[in-house]
Structures are given as C-alpha cells and as structure tokens.
C-alpha cells in the first residue's frame, strides 16, 4: 500500500465529467492564471478566445500545442496545475473543498495551497483509473497511444483506483505501468526530477524535496540511457520550413520521449516522434537543446546550433555508430533558396584522410549520396562531403560515425551435473569487448529461454557478470545471457543444460520408541528416483551400535538396551548419485498402562469415590497417588488400591490426576475430568406483612439448599440494591418500617451460588386497622371512619366503590370482611367472641341505642382484637364483588343474633340505595 507526493501518472477521461451541464458559481471557478504558445480553449465545441483569468466552466476543453507551450490552471484554494507540451485537459466541477479534471493526455503538474483554509484536494481521472489527492505536490503523465501512466508524488495524500485496485502512493514515490502491466512503486529518480524541474519550475520542486526530506531512486539494477540513432540537420533559411527528425532507442526497447529543453520561440518538437518544426523569419543562429528521456528516466541530451540564413548549407544524414561490416548509407541534404536553379555536384571523403572516394578519382557526381558503405575497423571515422553550385560555390559539410565491434558474449555454467534445488553459478564474466571495456560490460539474464529477462527481474542491465541460482523443476533448461557494451552494441549467448531430480531420500519408516527386546522394522524409502537405487547401506549408533549385513530398503533390529539412538540409511544409485537419511530412535523400558478412570460427576460438598486403574508387565506398581487440585502435589495415596473418595467444596469442572511409582522408580500418570455441579439456594422471603409505621416487623428469611451449606442471609430493607443486614446463622431479623417497602432476602451458598426472593411492608394509616393474617388494612370505623359520627347511609354500591377509590382505598372483599370481624379467631360468631350478646353493638333490641343508629365507636365492646368497630349491626356494610348483584355484611340496627354474624350477608342491587345500608374500606 502506498501514501502522497508529486506523480506522474494516468489515464483516459471519465465521461460522466466531460457531459457534465451543472455550472461551476463564479466566486469558486478556477481560472487560466497564465499560458504561452499554442494553447486553445473550446466550450461547448466552440473556441474561446484566452484573456488572463478567464474563469473555466465544467465540460471547457484546454489543448497545449508544441514547442513552448503551457497553460497554468489556479483554483480558488490558491493550488495551481501546470500543463505541460501536448497535454490535453477537460474541466469538472469545482468547489471551496474539491477539484475534479479529467487528463485526456499529455503531462501536467499539480501544486496543492500550502496556506489554504484547509484540505486541498484534487480528482484527476485518466480513462479507467482515478487519482484523489489531499494536501498534494504531484505529476502526472499519459501517453495515450502506448496506455503508459506514469506519477511522481513529492509530498501529500495520494490515492490511485485503476482497475478495481486501490493503491496508496507515499509521498516521495514514483508508480508507472504500461497497458495491463501491474502498478510498480519506486523511489523517483534524480535524472526525472531535472526534467520536471525544466517546465515545472525549478524551485518548488526543490523547496518541497528539503520540506520532504526525500531519498531519490538508487537503482540495484543497471538501466541502460538512451541511444541516439540520428541526428536533425544544423541550417535553415528564413522563411522556409524546417523539418528534421532526432531518432533514439531504448535498449530496454521501451517508449522514449522526446522534450525541447531550449530553443527560438515557435520551434516544436513531437514528444513521442520526436519530429522538429520551425519555420524561421530572419537569419539567426539558434542554440537548440533536447532531452532525451526512456521510462526509467535515463536522459542524454542533443545541443547544436541552428544557423539560419540565405546562404546554401550542406548537410549529411549519417548514424551515429555502426558494426563493422554493416552496410551505410551516407546521404547529403543541400539547403539553398527555392529560385536557385543551378546543377549541384557532390563527392565525399569516406575516411577523413583528405582524399574524396565517391565518385571515384575526386570529381563531382550527381548522386546526393554514397551507397553501402562499409568499415571494416573499429575507430571513429571521419565523413566529409562537398557540394558544387554551379562551377564555382562548393559548400562544405562533415560528420562522425563509430565503428564498433559488439562484445563477445561467453557463458559458462557450473556444476556440468545439475540437480534442482542445487546452487548452480552462471558465469558470463569471460564476455570480451573488443574496445578494450570489458570491465565495462552489462549483463542480462533469461533463466529459461522464454524470452522474459529473469535478472534483473525488472528487464534492466546489471553490472554482476555471474550470479547463483537454483532450477526447481528438473528437464532441458535454455540460459540466454544478453552482453552490451558502453556504446550499446549487444550479443547474445545461449546454452542448455539438463537439470536432474537428483536422488533423495523421502524417510525412514519406522516406530520413534519401542520397548527393550522389541523386533523393530525399518523401510527406506526413496523419492522417485529417476535411475535405479543398486545399494542401500544401514548403520545405528547408540548404547548400543549395529550395522546389518542386509543391502536391502527393509531390515528388523532387535535392541536390548534402552537409551537414544539414531537410524541412519545410504543409498546409491547406478548414475553412482549418493543420498543419506537419519531418523532418531528411542528405546525404553515398558510403561505402566495407568486409567484415572471418568468422567465423573458429583455435587459440591458431597464425597466422591473415584477408581483408577494400572499395570506394567515388566514392573511392580509400589504407590498409587492422587491429585485432586490439579497443584501437583499428591493429595491421597495408597499402597495397595488406585481408588480413593475426595470432596470438592468449589462447583466446575475439575481435572484429576492418577500417578503410579513401580519398582524401579518410574512414575506414569492419566487425568480425568470431574464436573462438579451446584444447585442454587432457593430464597424464601415470606409472605407480605401487614404493619403499622413505627412497629417492628419480623422477617423470616428462610432458604432451601440441595447441599446445605447455606453460607449467608442478606436483607436489604428498601430494595436500593445495598443489603443492610448479614448474618451467617439466620434470615430471621426485626426492623422498624415508617413507609411501604419491599425488603430483598438474598442467600447464598459456600460455592458463591445465590438467589433472592423479595417481601411487600404495607404500612397502614393511622385511620386504619392492620389484619396481619389476612395482609390488608381495613378502616378503624365505618364510613367516614371517624369516630362519634354517624356512619354514611343510603348510600348506592357504585357510590361506595367510588368513595373508596377517591380515598387511595378500596371497599373490601368479603374475605377481608369475615377476617376482620373474627380478628383471626375462627371460631368466634361475633366481633367479641362466640356467643350473642345483645347490648355490646347496635343491634335490634339495645337498651341504649333504642332502634336507630349510633356514632360510630358509641359501642366500645363492639370490637374485636383487631381493633375494628361496629361489624355486627349498627349499618350494614358493601363488600365488593365481581357478580351482578353485590352483598352487604354485618346486619344493620334493625338485625337481632342470626342477621348481625361475621358471615352474615344479604344480596342486593346495583344502582339502589338503601337507608340501612353504609361501608367501611381496606387497603
């Protein structure tokens, strides 16, 4: 993965940003900050005349022409991208925060706002790959023709998506490929900088290289620069066109690009061709220099000077080197003006030394050229030609050629047997240079004749004339060895070899341990051996040392003395190949076969019996040992028996351990598991009391446990999750209570297992009387339950339910009634005990209350234990219930014995009132 920097990269454009309709706002457009040359503008398939700060729309196509030509592009965040010779660009949408361009070809650089308000990011799209950067300094170039994407980031955040791929560029990083070729991330290199420098602007990319501290590309292979094969003519005339052509190749044979350094103003040069035109106004000499530049970044340079005026030139087209024996054609070009019309003569000097060989005796021919000529030497060769105008003007020209003999390619590969997997040396280091640089050779390498450069893997020359390698798989292997010299010149080797699977051992099959006395088989296996195995040798050293007689792959050994040995088999085969396998070997006394017995299941606190069981037929078992807790000491032991009873007070699954001792001081030792299971208390808080505020309440904490080890009660009094009381013994505790509260009885056991049960305090009100067996409050008198007034009469069902219910109460079930009369006394008739007595409540026949009702309280024998008056006469009461027609207990004024018991009822309507009819409340 990679992060930021400069790029050089690419792509085509994404369509959807070319189609775009939406308007960018003018207050965030960016604008053509500056341009020279031939750079054209299109909008909408119509070209816009350039001004300085020409606002861009979405969709405006941007071209830059040749010679030097560039355009400069500035956002609103301050960033800046430069377009380079030839490029071609189409704006997208552009906001405060994001820049989105579309590259359809050429070169541009972009330099992000260092002091902007914040990020500065860019989106370029190149075809199918998209590059977004954040805080960024990057290139980023695109050949359209070759598919070639090449990006240099010096410093920021750069991401680039290609093919489904996504790949992070740090900064400080070059990454290219070329058509379907995989990205390749390196480091950049200085030779590639100078030349970003030259149309970039020297000082921001030297200003961000000390920012960034950046390392530049040190290259482990060699890559050879670019070799100029012709030469473009030095003279033109005013007016007239001039057209040349600079060839060069890459002994990669990758791309090169060309770049006119320097030269007049509207001289241009075809980057990819590397095609010059000019068309000069005046005589003039011109200094020109181009840059030659191949993917690895490898630069020559080409300086001459262009002389311009009316005057006739001559000049000749020859290559700059070639073999000697290799056919030349030398051709001379005469520039003069269009109306000359005289007849031209040439002859040329074919080595320099001053006498002219074509035509033959030194006179003029009218052949512009001199065909297949051939050197035969090595040397620099001397070319002069002269051209005659007329019978008096010749015109001068001369030019150098090298001849050079390719190196002398040799290859030698050791050793003559190969085996795979083998080390093997590739020695091309008796190559010979005729120049005298031998020294000076590169070296490539194709391992297996398929015409990809193996070494370096990047197709790239080395300056190591050996190397090591090793052959996998065996079979005829062509190695191709690729010899050049300092000039380029190259030759080619080859040679074949057969590389064998050599013979090999797979194992030795036999036991790892055996007993004293044991037969014990060993099998010698091979692997696949390709000629036949004549003779197997066997030798085993140890306490004891062996060697069988048997030239066999299978033998038995019997060992009679324990210890460690090691097996050990050679073989040879009829091709007299050696191979040798050892294997270790242990040889012990028997082992006592010892069963801890299990798995076992048992209850915390309850005893467990477990049963092992041992032999050892060659020995007596003294002591039988167990380890319950698994600390590694012995916890029972026994001389006799394997089986012993433990108790484990925590749950969980356990591990055991059985060890037994023989005779002869040996121990073997089995494990098994126990699960040791608990089962939980059961927590029982008791049912719900019934209390007054300020009295002491019993709580009786009881609990239930499988194993009885019950280790701690708990009360927590309020249910605020902290228990305010503890105790080891008991869950029996007092405790005031002022409010209504549920009091929490947590219990838990000596394993840590726990659970709760809860119990409701209902504190009664003042006004009301606590029924503690029936766990309810029930009013002290009878409706408005104030005592020396009279009760309320007439009064319907629904109008008593109601009254009760505006009170926080409820009217009482019949249950709660009866409970309340008796005071919990089964028995008892009467709120005062078992029997009639006639003047204790209001009923038919009292002396005092002369048959009508009484306050409420008048009777002070008309109450039971429970503290609640007037439940036998004085007014009948409402009880609730879920019928159609409700009851009324008690008896009223009216009652004598058999209408005024506890359980005494008469069922009524819904929606009536009735004048003897009133009612007291629970709760």
């Known amino acids: 993965m990679n992060h930021s920097g400069p790029v050089y990269a690419a792509g085509l454009i994404a369509l959807f940003l070319i189609t775009m309709k939406c308007e960018v706002p003018d207050s965030i457009a960016p604008v053509i900050s500056a341009s020279s040359g031939d750079v054209l503008l299109e909008r909408n398939n119509a070209k816009v005349a350039l001004s300085k700060e020409l606002k861009l729309k979405s969709g405006d196509r941007i071209r830059v022409g040749d010679g030097q030509s560039s355009a400069e592009i500035r956002f609103i965040t301050g960033a800046k991208l430069r377009c380079h010779v030839g490029t071609e660009i189409v704006a997208g949408t552009s906001s405060s925060s994001k820049k989105t361009i579309s590259l359809v070809s050429g070169e541009c650089f972009y330099n992000c706002a260092e002091d902007g308000p914040g990020k500065d990011s860019i989106i370029i799209s190149v075809n199918l790959l998209k590059l977004t950067a954040i805080n960024a300094i990057f290139s980023l170039y695109y050949n359209k023709e070759t598919d070639e994407i090449i990006s240099t980031v010096l410093m920021g955040d750069v991401i680039i998506a290609d093919k489904g791929t996504i790949t992070e560029v740090p900064a400080c990083s070059r990454i290219s490929r070329v058509g379907n070729e995989r990205m390749e991330l390196q480091a950049p290199s200085a030779s590639e900088l100078e030349v970003l420098k030259v149309w970039a602007g020297s000082s921001i990319i030297?200003?961000?290289?000390?920012?960034?501290?950046?390392?530049?590309?040190?290259?482990?292979?060699?890559?050879?620069?670019?070799?100029?094969?012709s030469t473009p003519g030095e003279?033109?005339?005013?007016?007239?066109?001039?057209?040349?052509?600079?060839?060069?190749?890459?002994?990669e044979g990758f791309p090169i690009r060309y770049y006119l350094a320097s030269g007049p103003e509207g001289m241009v040069i075809d980057s990819l061709r590397g095609k010059i035109r000019y068309k000069p106004l005046r005589e003039n000499e011109e200094k020109v220099k181009i840059h030659i530049v191949d993917r690895d970044s490898n630069i020559v340079f080409h300086e001459f000077t262009l002389v311009i005026n009316v005057k006739p030139s001559l000049q000749l087209s020859v290559p700059s080197s070639v073999k000697p024996g290799e056919p030349v054609n030398i051709i001379a070009r005469l520039r003069r003006s269009k109306s000359s019309k005289e007849k031209v003569g040439y002859r040329f000097d074919i080595n320099g030394d001053g006498t002219f060989d074509v035509p033959a005796g030194g006179k003029f021919g009218t052949t512009a050229s001199a065909s297949k000529i051939i050197f035969s030497r090595d040397g620099i060769n001397l070319i002069r030609a002269e051209a005659r105008i007329g019978t008096d003007v010749i015109i001068k020209a001369s030019k150098k050629i090298v001849v050079n003999t390719p190196p002398s390619a040799a290859v030698k590969i050791?050793?003559?047997?190969?085996?795979?997997?083998e080390n093997i040396t590739i020695d091309a280091s008796g190559s010979v240079?005729?120049?005298?640089?031998?020294?000076?050779?590169?070296?490539?390498?194709?391992?297996?004749?398929?015409g990809v450069w193996d070494v370096p893997s990047d197709s790239k020359f080395t300056n190591e004339q050996s190397l090591v390698y090793r052959f996998d798989i065996p079979g005829k292997k062509k190695i191709i060895v690729q010899v050049c010299d300092r000039l380029?010149?190259?030759?080619?080797?080859?040679?074949?070899?057969?590389?064998?699977?050599?013979?090999?051992?797979?194992?030795?099959?036999?036991?790892?341990?055996?007993h004293v006395g044991d037969t014990i088989s060993l099998t010698c296996i091979p692997d696949k051996p390709e000629f036949p195995v004549t003779d197997y040798q066997w030798s085993v050293q140890g306490p004891e040392q062996i060697a069988p007689d048997e030239k066999k792959n299978r033998v038995n050994i019997s060992l009679g003395t324990g210890g460690a040995y090691t097996v050990t088999c050679s073989i040879v085969d009829e091709k007299k190949q050696r191979a040798s396998i050892s294997k270790p070997l242990i040889i012990v006394n028997s082992i006592a076969n010892v069963n801890a017995g299990g798995p076992y299941t048992t209850a915390v606190n309850s005893p467990l019996t477990v049963n092992g069981s041992a032999a050892d037929k060659d020995s007596r078992i003294v002591k039988y040992s167990w380890d319950f807790d698994a600390d590694g000491k012995a916890d029972t032991e026994s001389v006799h028996l394997p089986s012993a009873t433990w108790v484990f007070r925590k749950s969980g699954s356990k591990k055991i351990c059985l060890t037994?001792?023989?005779?002869?001081?040996?121990?073997?030792?089995?494990?098994?598991?126990?699960?040791?299971t608990n089962t939980a208390p059961v927590a029982d808080a008791g049912a719900d009391i019934i209390s007054k505020s300020g009295?002491?309440?019993?709580?009786?904490?009881?609990?239930?446990?499988?194993?009885?080890?019950?280790?701690?009660?708990a009360w927590d009094f309020n249910a605020d999750g902290t228990f305010d009381w503890k105790s080891s013994d008991t869950g029996f505790v007092e405790h005031e209570f002022m409010e209504y509260s549920v009091a929490v009885l947590k219990v838990t056991d000596d394993d840590s297992a726990s659970s709760l049960d809860s119990v409701k305090i209902v504190i009664c009100p003042d006004e009301m009387e606590t029924i503690e067996n029936g766990h309810f409050c029930i009013d002290t008198y009878e409706w408005p339950n104030k005592k020396n007034s009279l009760p309320s009469l007439d009064l319907?069902?629904?109008?008593?339910?109601?009254?009760?219910?505006?009170?926080?109460?409820?009217?009482?079930?019949?249950?709660?009634?009866?409970?309340?009369?008796?005071?919990?006394?089964?028995?008892?008739?009467?709120?005062?005990?078992?029997?009639?007595?006639?003047?204790k409540c209001n009923n038919l026949g009292n002396a005092f209350s002369k048959n009508k009702p009484a306050v409420s309280g008048y009777f002070n024998d008309c109450v039971g234990s429970a503290g609640v008056y007037d439940m036998s006469g004085n007014a009948a009461e409402w009880v609730y219930s879920d019928g159609p027609d409700p009851q009324v207990y008690g008896g009223s004024w009216q009652n004598g014995p058999e209408r005024s018991l506890c359980n005494s009822k008469v069922q009524l309507e819904r929606g009536k009132k009735y004048f003897y009819v009133g009612f007291r409340c629970c709760k």
């Not at 005013?238 to 060839?247: F, K, N, Q, R, T």
């Not at 050791?414 to 997997?421: A, G, K, S, V």
Request: net charge negative.
């Open 206 to 229: 030297e200003k961000t290289l000390a920012k960034t501290g950046c390392t530049l590309q040190a290259l482990s292979s060699v890559s050879m620069p670019p070799q100029i094969l």
């Open 235 to 251: 003279a033109a005339h005013p007016g007239e066109l001039y057209s040349e052509v600079i060839s060069a190749q890459d002994p």
């Open 414 to 421: 050791t050793p003559e047997f190969i085996r795979i997997n």
């Open 433 to 450: 240079d005729p120049g005298e640089h031998s020294d000076e050779l590169k070296m490539r390498f194709d391992l297996n004749g398929d």
């Open 488 to 514: 380029g010149a190259c030759s080619v080797v080859a040679s074949e070899v057969y590389v064998v699977k050599g013979l090999g051992i797979r194992k030795i099959d036999c036991v790892d341990t055996a």
């Open 660 to 676: 037994v001792y023989t005779e002869e001081g040996d121990s073997f030792s089995d494990d098994a598991v126990v699960e040791v």
């Open 695 to 713: 009295k002491k309440v019993k709580l009786k904490g009881k609990a239930v446990d499988a194993e009885k080890n019950i280790g701690e009660y």
């Open 796 to 839: 319907s069902y629904e109008e008593a339910v109601q009254l009760c219910k505006d009170a926080g109460k409820r009217l009482c079930t019949a249950q709660e009634w009866e409970i309340a009369c008796r005071s919990d006394e089964k028995k008892w008739r009467y709120p005062y005990g078992k029997k009639y007595t006639v003047d």
